[in-house]
């Protein structure tokens, strides 16, 4: 079973940047797409980005598309998520995630039941 460790999350004001990582043990980060989700206190976990195996496609939440970038090393087993303009409203637990699949057609990747692996979850606090 494939571990995903979550970090880079803490407390910054508003506009400032944030860099998450999630690292991968075993063999099956570089076969699947990855993505970051989030909650935010009494809501529902969220799609933020997604990205493909081999890292050419990324598709983002409307909320964070031009403020966050999804990248990913296959050598280094890990992903990171860069936000920057952080606002209020993205206070919340990030989680990293894997699924089986290996492009983003068709619009699969909003859905959080398509994952597989998760994390235990990074916070990340916006003080306005």
């Known amino acids: 079973q494939v571990q995903l460790i979550e970090s880079g999350g803490g407390l910054v004001q508003a506009g400032g940047s944030l860099r998450l990582s999630c690292a991968a043990s075993g063999r099956t980060f570089r076969s699947s797409a990855v993505a970051w989700f989030r909650q935010a206190p009494e809501k529902e976990r969220e799609f933020v980005a997604a990205i493909s195996r081999g890292g050419g496609s990324t598709a983002y939440a409307d909320s964070v598309k031009g403020r966050f970038t999804i990248s990913r090393e296959n050598a280094k087993n890990t992903a990171y998520l860069q936000m920057n303009s952080l606002k209020a409203e993205d206070t919340g637990i990030y989680y990293c995630?894997?699924?089986?699949?290996?492009?983003?057609?068709?619009?699969?990747?909003?859905?959080?039941?398509?994952?597989?692996?998760w994390g235990q979850g990074t916070q990340v606090t916006v003080s306005s």
């Open positions: 995630a894997l699924a089986p699949r290996t492009s983003l057609t068709d619009d699969w990747y909003y859905r959080s039941n398509e994952y597989n692996s």
